[in-house]
């Protein structure tokens, strides 16, 4: 079946530091991915997203690039500031028309000045 | 334009009562889903309107759940009789075309349900 894991967090960092969060997916066929991202007291926003092998999504200095031979969308930046705190979820739809997105548990984000 | 929106945002509720929640989807938006984030758990799929038809309701976890979108607009999810494992975040979702699967799905801010 499809599936997505994320690495658990949480991840606390400081200002200005280089930020990776692991995400590897399970899946038949071609997905597309995705990063969503839950601010406090915020809904689910849509940060990158990625729909065809090597592809990079890239928004607000993220970056994630789809690899496919590794089944793997890591979220990269590389200076994170502390508005980047926030939970951060990794997402798939399998290759189907209208299809639910698949998620992984979220990673928390916690950056500190 | 108008987001996402849900209503209510918290709702405490005990054992056995019932609660309705809405959802409000992006204006002329064909696609509404509802997602459930338990705590510390993954957000999973519960279902998945087009207009007014059920497409896909594999993930509502059993009967005590009824969803129903009136006229293809807003939709309700309603929990009756509410259990203490139903607490968690509903989301709810919409896009706009059902054509292609690389249509973005644009989250309200959800509804924290808490069963006591």
């Known amino acids: 079946g499809n599936s997505v894991t994320q690495m658990e967090g949480p991840v606390t960092l400081s200002e200005e530091a280089f930020l990776t969060i692991n995400c590897t997916y399970t899946?038949?066929?071609?997905?597309?991915l995705f990063w969503y991202v839950q601010y406090p007291g915020e809904g689910l926003q849509l940060l990158l997203k990625?729909?065809?092998?090597?592809d990079k999504g890239s928004n607000k200095g993220f970056e994630a690039t789809y690899r496919k031979e590794t089944t793997s969308f890591h979220l990269e930046k590389g200076s994170v500031q502390v508005s980047d705190s926030a939970v951060y979820f990794c997402?798939?739809?399998?290759?189907?028309?209208?299809?639910?997105?698949?998620f992984g548990k979220g990673t928390t984000l916690s950056v500190s000045s | 334009e108008a987001g996402v929106t849900q209503f209510p945002s918290h709702s405490v509720i005990e054992k056995g009562q019932t609660v309705t929640l809405r959802c409000d989807p992006i204006?002329?938006?064909?696609?509404l889903y509802w997602y459930r984030r338990v705590m510390g758990k993954e957000i999973k799929f519960l279902l998945h309107?087009?207009?007014?038809?059920?497409?896909?309701e594999s993930g509502m976890p059993n009967n005590r759940f009824l969803a129903e979108r009136t006229g293809g607009t807003y939709s309700t999810l309603k929990v009756q009789p509410a259990e203490l494992e139903d607490s968690g975040v509903y989301f709810c979702?919409?896009?706009?075309?059902?054509?292609?699967?690389?249509?973005?799905?644009?989250f309200g801010p959800g509804t924290r349900l808490l069963v006591l």
């Open positions: 204006s002329g938006h064909d696609n």
């Open positions: 309107f087009v207009k007014e038809s059920k497409q896909d």
């Open positions: 990625a729909t065809k092998a090597d």
């Open positions: 997402a798939l739809t399998p290759n189907q028309a209208g299809t639910a997105l698949i």
């Open positions: 899946a038949t066929g071609y997905p597309s």
């Open positions: 979702a919409s896009s706009q075309d059902f054509a292609t699967w690389e249509e973005t799905q644009y």
